[in-house]
């Protein structure tokens, strides 16, 4: 299985632990892959729309005193990144509208108001963000988001409404 | 009815007799409730009160969650706002009582189904008149609280100097309803323009907040404000200052729907820096009669400090709406 998080991958292989490979994200678009050392040719991900898949191929190593075959699987990933990039943009957009100091803290979880946006604030962070993203929010919850991450999720799932 | 009353003043002449404390709330100057088609409007400037002493009395005076979420709010200066907001609300309050002294920290508060504050008598722990209505508005440089007996009230403040990111003909039209972008749209004059943006914004905020069902219930593109332009000269005859500023209307763009409730506006300028949208709801006997002006009380306070009573000064000038500005006692 593999999983994913922002800054690494872990995979476990099925076969022997110290055969454990590593892959490494470099950055958002490329994979490294390494076993025993040995490192493979990194895998450069196209971007097909707002989510890319990553198939690579599966390999098989023959290692020297035994007659055994690590298969390596790698299985289909599907980078999530789309997630954190929303959020990113938003904290950019609300700390331009409040004029925050540069450094100032926003995250996911930041509340507009304890980062003292008023309803004026908050309805023009609306509108930055539908010329961000090409987006349209309705009247009823243009005035009702009230966190970063309430916006993000918001606009995520206009956007998948959008593709589907 | 009377007897109704009689029995509300024994009741709380009973529950006086046990308080003899001397709390902070002893320096909060008593004031009566407002009347009928009356609004007080109390404000604080926070840029007056340096005071870390007097701010820690206000902090004291502040509910556990709203002392944290004080602590939540981001740096110096937005604490310092969300303390004297709280403390506004819950002082301003506290002076209604006639008989004998409530403590501020004793109101409690709740929110209606739609989300709007307001006050808790069940848990409040003195007997108090349940029919006050409140409403808080904020900026950096101004907090107001606007109070009223037996009408829902809404206000808004917003500085005059504040400045839009977007474009003002932008955000009215992502915003504001047909009749009103046609309004702004005709304003030659970009400054002017977007006093007007302001003005109209801080009204229909106003107007939300006293309607009280949220805002996802009233878009503000579905109704329209104006500021006519007709000239009314008053027609009571009470002292003081006389409004003759325009009557304030609020309207859905479908003619064919009924207007909920009737609304009362009243729009001023505070200190030349800031605008101040107040609305009431007018009684359904006063209809068809002919609009009677709202009778407004003005206050600036430090609470515990000191209160001052603002009369049609340069502090206070009525822009727009029928209002009489009243002595305060």
Not at chain 1, 111 to 136: N, P
Not at chain 2, 92 to 118: M, V
Not at chain 2, 215 to 224: A, G, L, V
Not at chain 2, 275 to 293: F, L, V, W
Request: proline share 4%; net charge neutral; glycine share 6%.
């Amino acid at each position: 299985m593999a999983s994913f998080t922002a800054t690494s991958i872990s995979i476990i292989s099925l076969a022997k632990p110290s055969l454990v490979p590593s892959a490494r994200i470099s950055s958002p678009n490329s994979v490294s892959l390494s076993i025993k050392g040995r490192r493979f040719p990194s895998i450069t991900l196209q971007p097909t729309g707002r989510r890319f898949q990553v198939t690579c191929a599966i390999l098989k190593h023959v290692l020297h005193g035994g007659c055994f075959a690590v298969h390596l699987w790698f299985m289909l990933m599907k980078f999530d990144i789309t997630k954190q990039e929303t959020v990113q943009k938003v904290c950019d957009i609300v700390k331009k509208q409040l004029a925050l100091p540069e450094g100032s803290s926003v995250t996911g979880e930041s509340k507009f108001a304890a980062l003292g946006a008023d309803s004026l604030d908050t309805v023009e962070i609306v509108m930055g963000l539908e010329e961000e993203f090409g987006i349209s929010v309705e009247e009823e919850s243009a005035q009702s988001i009230t966190t970063v991450q309430e916006a993000a999720d918001m606009i995520d799932k206009l956007l998948e409404s959008k593709t589907d | 009815m009377s007897s109704l009353l009689d029995k509300a003043r024994l009741m709380m002449n009973i529950h006086c007799l046990g308080r003899n404390l001397v709390t902070a709330s002893s320096s909060l100057h008593h004031v009566q409730l407002p009347g009928q088609k009356e609004a007080h409007f109390w404000y604080v400037l926070p840029d007056e009160i340096k005071d870390t002493n007097l701010l820690n009395q206000y902090f004291e005076i502040l509910s556990p969650s709203e002392k944290e979420n004080v602590f939540r709010m981001s740096g110096e200066q937005l604490k310092k706002r969300a303390i004297l907001a709280r403390a506004l609300v819950r002082t301003t309050l506290a002076r209604y009582q006639t008989n004998c002294q409530i403590d501020p920290k004793a109101l409690r508060f709740k929110k209606n189904s739609y989300g709007k504050p307001e006050v808790d008598w069940q848990y409040t722990e003195d007997w108090s008149l349940p029919q006050l209505h409140f409403n808080l508005s904020h900026t950096s440089s101004l907090i107001a609280c606007g109070v009223t007996v037996g009408s829902p009230i809404g206000i808004d403040v917003e500085e005059k100097q504040r400045r839009l990111k977007n474009d003002v003909l932008a955000f009215a039209r992502r915003y504001f309803s047909p009749d009103e972008i046609e309004m702004l749209t005709q304003i030659a004059d970009p400054e002017l323009r977007r006093l007007e943006l302001i003005k109209l914004w801080t009204l229909k905020e106003a107007y939300v907040k006293a309607v009280g069902k949220g805002f996802s219930n009233s878009p503000f593109n579905t109704f329209t404000v104006r500021l006519g332009h007709r000239t009314k000269t008053g027609i009571h005859l009470r002292p003081r200052v006389m409004s003759k500023a325009q009557e304030i209307t609020v309207e859905p763009p479908d003619e064919s729907k009924n207007v909920s409730g009737n609304w009362q506006f009243v729009l001023l300028e505070l200190d030349g820096s800031h605008y101040a949208a107040i609305c009431i709801e007018q009684e359904s006997t006063n209809r068809g009669k002919g609009s009677i002006p709202v009778n407004l009380k003005l206050r600036k306070t430090i609470p515990f400090v000191e209160d001052e009573c603002i009369l049609g000064t340069e502090k206070a000038v009525v822009i727009s709406g029928l209002t009489t500005l009243l002595e305060c006692e």
